[in-house]
C-alpha cells in the first residue's frame, strides 16, 4: 500500500506538497459539483504520484539526510522560518484521508445520478474509477503503489466489512438454513476448487508448451483461491438487488462461511506445493485442521464477544465510550484468530452475533445508534476503497496473460459453481422443507461473485514457490471482473426477468412480531404434541437456557427479563417518539404508523378505570435519560414553534414553509397535538417490580384512556381559522413521567406548583411552556394557539388545549391537577 | 394384532392419507402418538392433552389443547367445541401444520396461506364470532406474554392496544372519533399479515421414519 510504502520512504521534495495542495483545492472544488467519472478521478493523481514518486526513490535515502541538513543549516544561518513545508511529516495520514475522500466522494457522486446506479452496480463503477486512477498514475510516468497489499486488506479494509456484516446478521434466517448454508459453503467449496484445480491441471496438461509446467498442488492452490464465493461482492451486488431474505442469506452465508474451507486449503497447498507429496494422513490432518480452524474461529469470536457483552454491563455511567467496546472487542477476536492462523471471518461473524442482543440490552440507545452508523460507515466506506484499490491493482500489478488459462478458468468457475449448486441443492432439498427451486437455483449459482478476498490471497503467494505467481493473479482479476461486471450487471434485470420473489420493503409490524413469537411457541408446542423433538423443540431450550441463566449475567438491570416482543415494543416506541419528535408534529408521519386511529376508535365505549393503572412503568437509568431527551427537544420544538408567534424569532425550517401562515400553523398544532395522543397510548410502558426504589420511574399514561371517551382530544379547526379546544381537561392527553420514586412527596408539590402556574397562565393567555430542571422532571405545556384571539371569544373555556406534564400522576392526582382548570 | 385388523388400517390410512396428505408413514407414525397419548383408547380428551410435560413450559399450552377440540379446526364449518377427537380429528388438526409442496400454484399457495392463517385466527377468536375483538386480542398476547412474569402481565394490553392501533389504522384508514372499530375480522387479519409468510413458516417436520425419539416427549 502506498501508504506503508511511503512510511519507509519519505523523500524530500516540495512539489509534492503543492500537488496534494492543489489536490486539496481540486477536490474541495469538485465535492460540490456532480463528479463525472474521468473528472472526479483526475484529482487524485497527484496523490499517486507522491506516493508513485515516493516508492521510486525508495533507495534514496542520502536525499532525506541531505534535505534534513538543509533544515537545519537553514535554521542556523537564517532568521527562525515563519512558514516552514514539511510534507513528508504529515504524507502517510495525508495520503491515507485523500484515498478516504477520493473513495467517499466517489460514493457520493455515485447516488447523484441516479440513473448511472440504477443499470450498473456501484461495484462495477467503483473499479473502473480505480482503473481510471491507475491508468492516470501510470500516465503520468510514476509507479502505481501496490494498493492492494495483503495486510492492509486484510488487517484494515476486510474486518468493518465482515463486523458489519457479523453484527447485523439476520440471525433467524441465518439459523433456518444453517445446513444448506453449511452445506454449500464446505461441501460446494470444496467442490469447487478441486474441480478448478483438477481440471485447470488437466488442460495445462493437454494444452502443453508453456502451461505444462504447471503442477498439480499450485493449480489446486489456484482453484482453492478462485472458488472462494466473496463476501465483499457478494454483499455490494446483494444489497442493490434486494432479493428475497432466503437468497440473500444462502449466497451470503455461503460467502462467509467458506472462509475457514478456503483458509485451510489454501495453507494446506501452499505448505505442499514446496514439499511435494501429500499422503492420507495430510489429509486426516487437513481435515481436522478445518475442524479446529472453523470452531477455533468460533470459539475465539465467542469468548470476546461473551466479555463485550459482560463489559458493556457495566458502562452505564461512562456511556461515551460504550460503542468502542464493541469494536475493540471484535476487533481483538478478529486479530486473535488471525494469529492461530483460525479463520478470522468467522470470529468476527460469531463475536458479531454473539454480543449483539445482550449488548444492545445493555447499552443506551444512542451508543446502539452510534454503533449502527460508524459499522455502516467503515464498513462502506472500506467496500468503496477495495474495489477502487481492485482497479488500480489491475494496472498496477505486472500481468502474464495466457488466454488459455484465463479462459478455461473463467469457463471452469461457472461450469463448476453450476454443477455444485444443482448437485448439492438435489441433495439438500431433500431435507428441506422449503425446497429450493429452479430459480432460486440459479440465483445462488450465478450470485457466486468472487472479489478481493481471493485477489489478496493470490497476491500473498511467494513468488519463489510460485513462478507462475503473475498469471494467477491475472487469472484471479479476470475471473473478479467477469463475476463482478457481467454476472453482477446481469444479475438485477435476471432476477427481474425470472420473477424471483423480492425482499419486502416493509419494515416489522408489531403484529408480525406477535405472531412469530406466537408462531414459535405454536409450532413448539405442535412438536411436542406430536412427541417428537424436532427444531422447535431445542430452539425453545436454548432460548430458555439463555433466558435463565445467559442473561442474567450479561445483561445489567432488570432489562434480563424482557422478553423479545416486549423488547420489540419498546424498540417501536422508541423509534415512533422519535420520529414524533423529528418530524416536529407537523411532518407527515410514516402512514405505517396508526396515525389517523386512536386509541378511542378501537377501545370499547366503557373502561373500567382500572386501564388507566395498567401504566406503570419503570425505567433503567439509561432509559430514563432517553426519554427525557425526547421529551426534551420535542419540549425545544415546540417552544420553537411557539416563539415564532411572536415573530421575533423565527426559526428557519425548511421543512415548514409556510411557516408564518397563521392558519398551517394551527393545524400544524392540531395535528402534533393529535399525535401526541397517539403517543400517549402508544407510551404505554411496563411496570416493573416495585421493589427498587432506587430506580427512577416514569409513568406515562395516556389521559384519555380512561376519560375521554367521550370528549376525546377533540380538536377541531374552526372555520374562522381559529384554534378552537373543545377538549375539557379530562380529554387532555397527558404524558406525565414520574422521575423520581413514586413515593417522593416532591412531585405532588412540584405538581401544584404546575397547577397554579398553569393557572397563572391562563390568566395571562398566552401560550406557555413550562420547563423544569431536569432532575426534577420536565414540564410542558403548550395550550392552545392563539389564545390571545381566542381568549375573548371562549371567555368561559380557558382549558389548555394540551397538557403534558411531567409529574407524579395517579388518580388522585388527576384531580388535583384538574382543578385549577375548572371554573 | 391380526392379519385382518392391520389390513383393515391400512385402508383407513390410505383413506386418511388422501384426505390430509400426508403419507401413509407420518399417519403411521402420529397414530402410533395418538395411541400413546391416549392410553390406546380411541379417542383423545383434553386431560390427555394437558398431560404432555412438555407442553407445561409452553406460554400457549391452554391455546393449543382448545385448538384441537375445536370444530371449526376439525374442517366442519360449525362453531363450538368437542369433548374427545379421534385419530381422525386429530390429523386433521395436525394438518394445517403441514410443510407446502414444492411446486404450487399461487392459488393453491394462497389457499394454504388462508387456511394457516385461518386456524391462527381461530385460535384468537376464542368466541367464534368472526372476529378477534380488543378483549380477545389482549388475552392472547397474555397468554404469549404469561411466562414474563409481571412485567409481561402489565405491557400486554399496551402491546395489544398498539397492535390493534395498527390494525384499525391499516385496514380502516381515517377514522372518525366517533366511529369504532369492534375487531380484527378474518379479512383484516389477512390484510395485516400480508408480508408474514405463514405458509413457509407454520409447519412441523413430520417424521416419516419411526425412529426412537418418537418416544420421548411425554
Same mark, same amino acid.
Given at each position: 500500500?502506498s501508504?506503508?510504502?511511503a512510511l519507509?520512504?519519505p523523500t524530500g &521534495?516540495?512539489?509534492f ?5 492543489l ?6 472544488f469538485l465535492?460540490?459539483?456532480?463528479l463525472?467519472?474521468?473528472a ?8 499517486q504520484d507522491?506516493?508513485g ?10 536525499g532525506?539526510?541531505?534535505s534534513?541538513e538543509?533544515? =537545519?543549516?537553514?535554521y542556523t544561518k537564517?532568521?527562525?522560518p515563519v512558514? &516552514?513545508?514539511?510534507y513528508?511529516h ?6 491515507i484521508?485523500? /484515498? ?7 460514493k457520493?457522486?455515485f ?9 450498473v452496480p456501484? &461495484?462495477?463503477l467503483l473499479i473502473?474509477?480505480?482503473l481510471?486512477v491507475?491508468g492516470?498514475i501510470?500516465?503520468?510516468g ?6 492492494l ?10 474486518p ?8 447485523f446478521?439476520p #440471525? ?11 452445506m454449500?459453503a464446505?461441501?460446494?467449496t470444496? /467442490?469447487?476448487?478441486f474441480f ?5 491441471y ?5 494444452e502443453?508448451t508453456?502451461?505444462?509446467?504447471v503442477?498439480l498442488?499450485?493449480?489446486l492452490l489456484?482453484? $482453492?483461491i478462485?472458488s472462494? +464465493? ?6 455490494a451486488?446483494?444489497e442493490?438487488?434486494h432479493?428475497n ?5 444462502l449466497v ?8 475457514a ?10 505448505e505442499y506445493s514446496?514439499?511435494?507429496?501429500v ?5 486426516? *490432518?487437513?481435515? #481436522?485442521?478445518f475442524l479446529?480452524v ?17 463489559t458493556?454491563?457495566?458502562t ?6 460504550e460503542?468502542?467496546?464493541v469494536f475493540?472487542?471484535s ?9 492461530f492462523?483460525? $479463520?478470522g471471518?468467522m ?10 442482543p ?5 447499552i443506551?440507545?444512542k451508543s ?8 455502516k460507515? !467503515?464498513? $462502506?466506506v472500506?467496500?468503496?476503497l ?8 489491475t494496472?498496477?500489478g505486472?500481468?502474464a !496473460?495466457? /488466454?488459455t488459462?484465463?479462459s478455461v478458468t473463467v ?9 455444485g ?6 441433495i439438500i432439498?431433500?431435507?428441506?422443507? +422449503?425446497?429450493?427451486?429452479t430459480?432460486d437455483q440459479f440465483?445462488v449459482?450465478y450470485?457466486g461473485l468472487?472479489?478481493a478476498i481471493a485477489?489478496?490471497l493470490?497476491y500473498l ?8 505467481r503473475t ?9 473478479i471482473?467477469f ?6 450487471m ?8 425470472l420473477?424471483?420473489?423480492k425482499?419486502q420493503e ?7 412480531e406477535?405472531?412469530?413469537?406466537f ?15 424436532g427444531h422447535?423443540h !431445542?430452539?425453545d431450550? *436454548?432460548n ?7 442473561k ?5 438491570g ?10 420489540f415494543?419498546?424498540k ?7 420520529e414524533? +419528535?423529528?418530524s416536529?408534529?407537523?411532518v ?5 404508523m396508526?396515525?389517523q386511529?386512536?386509541?378511542?376508535n378501537?377501545?370499547?365505549k ?5 386501564v388507566?393503572?395498567?401504566a ?6 439509561g ?11 420535542n419540549?425545544?420544538k415546540?417552544r ?11 426559526v ?5 414553509d409556510?411557516w408564518?401562515d ?6 400544524r398544532?392540531i395535528?402534533?397535538?393529535?399525535k401526541?395522543?397517539?403517543m400517549? =397510548?402508544?407510551?404505554t410502558?411496563p ?22 371517551e ?12 381559529f384554534?378552537?379546544?373543545?377538549a375539557? $381537561? ?5 404524558i406525565q413521567?414520574?422521575?423520581a420514586?413514586?413515593q ?8 401544584n406548583?404546575?397547577s397554579k402556574?398553569?393557572a397563572k397562565?391562563q390568566?395571562?393567555g398566552?401560550?406557555?411552556v ?10 410542558m ?10 381568549g375573548?371569544?371562549?371567555?368561559g373555556?380557558?382549558n389548555?388545549g394540551?397538557m403534558r406534564?411531567l409529574?407524579?400522576?395517579?388518580p ?6 384538574d382543578?385549577p382548570?375548572?371554573? | 394384532m ?5 389390513a ?8 386418511l392419507a388422501?384426505?390430509t396428505?400426508f ?10 402418538r395418538?395411541r400413546?397419548?391416549?392410553k390406546?383408547e380411541?379417542?383423545l380428551?383434553?386431560q390427555?392433552?394437558a398431560?404432555i410435560?412438555?407442553?407445561d ?6 391455546q393449543?389443547?382448545n385448538?384441537f ?5 376439525l ?5 363450538g367445541t368437542?369433548?374427545?377427537?379421534? %385419530?381422525?380429528?386429530?390429523?386433521m388438526?395436525m394438518?394445517? %401444520? ?16 388462508r ?5 391462527v %385466527?381461530?385460535?384468537h377468536?376464542?368466541?367464534s364470532?368472526?372476529t ?7 388475552r ?14 402489565e405491557?400486554a394490553?399496551?402491546i395489544?392496544d ?7 389504522s391499516t ?7 366517533d366511529?369504532?372499530?369492534e375487531?380484527?375480522?378474518?379479512e383484516? %387479519?389477512l ?8 405458509e413457509?413458516?407454520?409447519?412441523v417436520?413430520?417424521l416419516?421414519m ?5 418416544r420421548?416427549g411425554k
Open positions: 500500500m501508504v506503508r510504502v519507509h520512504s &521534495s516540495r512539489s506538497l503543492e500537488r496534494g495542495l489536490l486539496l483545492v481540486m477536490l474541495i465535492e460540490g459539483t456532480v463525472t467519472l474521468g472526479a478521478s483526475s484529482p487524485d493523481i497527484s496523490a507522491n506516493t514518486g515516493g516508492h521510486d526513490r525508495r533507495d534514496d535515502h542520502r532525506i539526510a541531505g534534513h538543509q533544515t =537545519n543549516y537553514t537564517k532568521a527562525f512558514l &516552514s513545508l514539511d513528508h504529515i504524507q502517510v495520514p495525508f495520503e484521508s485523500l /484515498w478516504v475522500l477520493l473513495a467517499s466522494l466517489m457520493l457522486g447516488h447523484l445520478i441516479p440513473r448511472l446506479s440504477g443499470i456501484e &461495484s462495477c473502473v474509477v480505480g481510471l491507475g492516470l501510470k500516465l503520468a510514476e509507479e502505481v503503489p501496490p494498493v497489499d495483503s495486510n492492509l486488506f486484510f488487517l484494515c479494509l476486510l468493518p466489512i465482515i463486523l458489519d456484516a457479523g453484527y446478521l #440471525i433467524r434466517p441465518f439459523m433456518e438454513n444453517i445446513g444448506t448454508i453449511l454449500f464446505v461441501v460446494g470444496l /467442490w469447487n476448487a478448478v484445480g483438477g481440471l485447470l488437466a488442460v495445462c496438461q493437454i502443453g508453456y502451461l505444462s509446467q503442477e498442488l499450485p493449480c489456484f482453484g $482453492s478462485i472462494a +464465493v466473496d463476501p465483499v461482492a457478494v454483499l451486488v446483494f442493490e438487488i432479493i431474505e432466503l437468497l440473500h442469506i451470503f452465508g455461503e460467502s462467509l462461511l467458506n472462509d474451507v478456503t483458509v485451510v486449503l489454501y495453507h494446506l497447498f501452499e514446496g514439499a511435494g507429496e499422503t492420507p494422513m495430510d489429509v486426516v *490432518l487437513g481435515v #481436522i485442521c479446529i472453523s470452531l477455533g474461529g468460533i470459539a475465539v469470536g465467542a469468548i470476546y464477544g461473551i466479555l463485550a457483552a459482560f458493556s454491563r457495566f452505564s455511567h461512562t456511556r461515551v465510550i460503542p468502542l467496546f475493540v472487542y476487533y481483538m477476536a478478529y486479530l486473535s484468530a488471525e494469529m492462523h483460525l $479463520s471471518i470470529a468476527l461473524i460469531a463475536c458479531g452475533a454473539v454480543m449483539r445482550y449488548v444492545e440490552a445493555n443506551s440507545h446502539h445508534t452510534t454503533v449502527k452508523y460508524f459499522l460507515m !467503515w464498513s $462502506s472500506s467496500e468503496t477495495i474495489f477502487i484499490f481492485l482497479g488500480v491493482a494496472v498496477a505486472p500481468h !496473460w495466457n /488466454w488459462f484465463v469457463i471452469l468457475c461457472l461450469v463448476s459453481r453450476v454443477i449448486v444443482v448437485g448439492l441443492t438435489f432439498n431433500k431435507f428441506r422443507i +422449503v425446497k429450493l427451486t430459480k440465483i449459482a450470485g468472487r472479489g485477489f489478496s493470490g503467494l511467494n513468488k519463489d514457490h510460485f513462478p507462475m498469471m494467477f493473479l491475472t487469472a484471479i482479476i479476470t475471473e471482473f463475476t463482478v461486471f457481467v454476472q453482477g446481469t444479475i438485477k434485470p435476471l432476477v427481474d426477468l420473477a424471483v420473489k425482499k416493509a419494515k416489522r409490524s408489531i403484529n408480525e406477535i405472531h412469530t413469537q408462531l414459535d411457541h405454536l409450532l413448539t408446542g405442535i412438536e411436542d404434541i406430536c412427541g417428537h423433538y422447535h !431445542w430452539k431450550k *436454548l430458555r437456557f439463555n433466558k435463565k441463566y445467559i442474567k449475567c450479561l445483561i445489567a432488570e432489562r434480563y427479563k424482557e422478553p423479545q416482543l416486549i423488547a415494543y419498546h417501536m416506541e422508541f423509534k415512533q417518539a422519535i414524533l +419528535v423529528e416536529g408534529g407537523g407527515k408521519l410514516p402512514s405505517a396508526p396515525s386511529v386512536s386509541m378511542q378501537i377501545q370499547p366503557k373502561l373500567p378505570p382500572a388507566a393503572e395498567r406503570l412503568p419503570q425505567f433503567t437509568k432509559r430514563e435519560e432517553e426519554i427525557r431527551k425526547i421529551l426534551r427537544s419540549l425545544q415546540t420553537q414553534r411557539l416563539r415564532s408567534y411572536n415573530r421575533h424569532t423565527l428557519a425550517d425548511p421543512f415548514e409556510g408564518n397563521f392558519l398551517l400553523k394551527k393545524q398544532m395535528e402534533l397535538e393529535k401526541m395522543t397517539e400517549s =397510548n402508544y407510551l410502558v411496570a416493573a417490580p416495585p421493589d427498587s426504589p432506587t430506580m427512577c420511574r416514569a409513568r406515562l399514561a395516556s389521559g384519555d384512556d380512561f376519560k375521554a367521550k370528549a376525546g382530544a377533540k380538536v377541531i379547526p374552526d372555520p374562522n381559522a384554534y378552537n379546544i373543545k375539557s $381537561s379530562e380529554g387532555v392527553p397527558t413521567v414520574d422521575l420514586s413514586p417522593s412527596p416532591d412531585s405532588v408539590n412540584m405538581l406548583e404546575f402556574r398553569g397562565d390568566g395571562l398566552q401560550r406557555e413550562a420547563t423544569r430542571d431536569e432532575d426534577q422532571g420536565l414540564m405545556k403548550p395550550s392552545s394557539a392563539g389564545k390571545e384571539e381566542k375573548e371569544e371562549e371567555g373555556n380557558k389548555p394540551l406534564c409529574s407524579d400522576p395517579g388522585s392526582n388527576e384531580d388535583e391537577e382543578e382548570f375548572l371554573p | 391380526g392379519a385382518s385388523q392391520s383393515r388400517t391400512e385402508h383407513e390410512f390410505q383413506d388422501d384426505r396428505g403419507s401413509l408413514e407420518q399417519i403411521g407414525n402420529l397414530n402410533k395418538f400413546q397419548l391416549s390406546n380411541e379417542t380428551s383434553r390427555d392433552l398431560s410435560s412438555a407442553l413450559n409452553n406460554p400457549l399450552r391452554a393449543i389443547i385448538a377440540f375445536d370444530k371449526r379446526n374442517r366442519q364449518n360449525e362453531a368437542v369433548q374427545v377427537i379421534g %385419530f381422525e380429528e386429530f390429523l388438526v394438518s394445517h %401444520f403441514r410443510p407446502a409442496a414444492m411446486h404450487i400454484t399461487e392459488e393453491e399457495r394462497e389457499k394454504l396461506r387456511e394457516k392463517l385461518r386456524f %385466527f381461530n385460535m377468536d376464542t368466541d364470532d368472526g378477534i375483538t380488543l378483549e380477545e386480542y389482549r392472547a398476547v397474555e397468554e404469549l406474554l404469561s411466562k414474563a412474569g409481571t412485567i409481561g402481565q405491557t394490553k399496551a395489544a398498539a397492535a390493534m392501533l395498527e390494525v384499525a385496514t380502516r384508514g381515517k377514522m372518525e372519533p366511529e369504532f372499530y375487531g380484527i375480522t378474518f383484516n %387479519f390484510q395485516i399479515l400480508k408480508t408474514f409468510d405463514i413457509t413458516r407454520m409447519h417436520r413430520f416419516n419411526d425412529t426412537a425419539t418418537m420421548c
